[in-house]
């Protein structure tokens, strides 16, 4: 036997006595939001996980700095159990192992079970939940109309399948709602819903009441807003890794995140314990690269495999659409639907301004009559909405100008058209559904 072959042997004997090997640091410092570990600093790397051993207890988290002193962690838990003097090891970065018996299921951001329904199969590979986007170039094109059942969407900002949406709204103007509705949209094989940051009460109304038949679709990852920043954070990630799954299988995926604001949040609170500055009202740059990032792996596949159709909700901040994070994502997405507060306060849900939305893609849906239609109403809308001051005050008489007749008689019956609940059913078509209610006396 040669020298290197004896070596070989002896360094596999080794291995197989001494198991597995585990590198360790120590926590030096503990803080409300993080602590720090002395000694792992050379064999880290941002964005791995690291085990905190403490009370026979291990607790999870993720490095978010790392200088030659120490390593600053973020843990996955609400509250840091960490002492002075506290083993913390190695873990790497986060995998899921994504499968097809996980329609139907509850799981947290870190891919546990959470709906009482036993241990999930693992599937037999396991991806990263960084995954990068498919290349530009490689991708399929976005040209297969997307019906989905609410009036107000299909008539004036029709999406596609493999397009991303984003619902701007403020709180309390219909925006759960809304999501809830597309939700039950039809020509899907798998759903995957993100609920970032929400109440815990409304977790069981959007599975019982929202999804509908898509529950058995649906594989849902839940962080509610008492979970930690970090959990916040990792939830859409968790989603879109599981969205690739199905997507790389060939099936047309809905993704729905609610909300993208609240994981913009998330992030500032993590950027910020890592020592960056803010720039932007309390925003750290990382946040507004962080954006494209996660929105970017929605969309179509590579050609031959299927599409993931997202539809992100972005909570806006005291209503103020142009606020730095609502800015960044609408010029991400492939359209935004905006929801106007006093359209709300008219009590006409959903309460989307069709003026102020629009969908990027509408060209392959609608045919030329129908944009030549959809412009019309579009021009009758912004004139009516003008000039409604002027009625209130009695400055218009009826007789005077007769396009503008037509308007004040048409527009009202169009608003009734697009009123729609979620106990209503969904729309089948919806320009034949308009032109019943216009020409209705």
Request: charged share 25%; with cysteine.
């Amino acid at each position: 036997m040669s020298a290197l072959a004896r070596l070989e042997e002896a360094v596999n004997y080794g291995v197989e006595e001494i198991g597995d090997l585990r590198v360790s640091g120590v926590v030096s410092e503990v803080a409300p939001s993080h602590y720090r570990i002395s000694g792992l600093s050379h064999f880290l790397k941002l964005g791995e996980c690291v085990g905190l051993q403490h009370d026979s207890q291990m607790q999870l988290g993720e490095v978010v700095r790392i200088d030659p002193t120490g390593s600053t962690v973020k843990s996955f838990d609400a509250t840091v159990a960490a002492g002075i003097g506290d083993r913390a090891f190695r873990i790497g970065p986060l995998h899921l192992s994504p499968d097809e018996s996980w329609k139907g299921r509850v799981i947290d951001a870190l891919g546990r079970p959470i709906d009482g329904q036993g241990a999930l199969l693992r599937g037999e590979h396991a991806r990263s939940i960084e995954s990068p986007p498919p290349l530009a170039l490689n991708r399929a094109r976005v040209k297969t109309p997307l019906r989905t059942g609410v009036r107000a969407i299909d008539l004036f900002m029709p999406l596609c399948a493999g397009q991303r949406i984003g619902v701007f709204a403020g709180s309390g103007v219909g925006k759960s709602t809304l999501l809830g509705m597309l939700a039950g949209a039809k020509g899907f094989s798998a759903v995957v819903v993100g609920l970032v940051g929400e109440r815990g009460r409304e977790v069981r109304e959007f599975l019982d009441d929202s999804l509908g038949q898509n529950r058995r679709l649906a594989v849902t990852v839940v962080s509610t807003g008492d979970e930690s920043p970090m959990m916040r954070r990792l939830a859409p990630k968790t989603a879109m890794t599981i969205a690739e799954y199905f997507r790389d299988r060939g099936e047309n995926v809905l993704l729905i995140i609610d909300s993208v604001t609240r994981f913009a949040h998330a992030a500032r609170d993590v950027a910020l314990a890592a020592g960056e500055p803010a720039v932007a009202r309390g925003y750290a740059p990382s946040v507004f690269s962080d954006l494209p990032k996660l929105l970017e792996r929605a969309g179509p596949g590579a050609e031959g495999s299927g599409s993931i159709t997202g539809v992100f909700s972005v909570l806006v901040d005291g209503d103020d659409h142009n606020d730095p994070v609502a800015d960044n994502i609408r010029g991400t997405l492939d359209g935004h639907i905006v929801l106007d507060r006093a359209i709300a306060d008219l009590g006409r849900f959903p309460a989307v301004n069709v003026l102020s939305s629009i969908s990027r893609l509408a060209q392959h849906v609608w045919t030329k009559e129908q944009q030549t239609l959809v412009l019309k109403l579009k021009s009758m809308i912004a004139r009516y909405e003008d000039t409604r001051d002027l009625r209130l005050m009695g400055g218009y008489q009826q007789g005077q100008d007769t396009e503008l007749d037509q308007i004040v008689t048409l527009v009202p019956k169009l608003y009734d058209a697009l009123q729609q609940s979620p106990a209503s059913p969904l729309s089948r078509d919806a320009f034949r559904e308009l032109s019943e209610t216009l020409q209705a006396k």
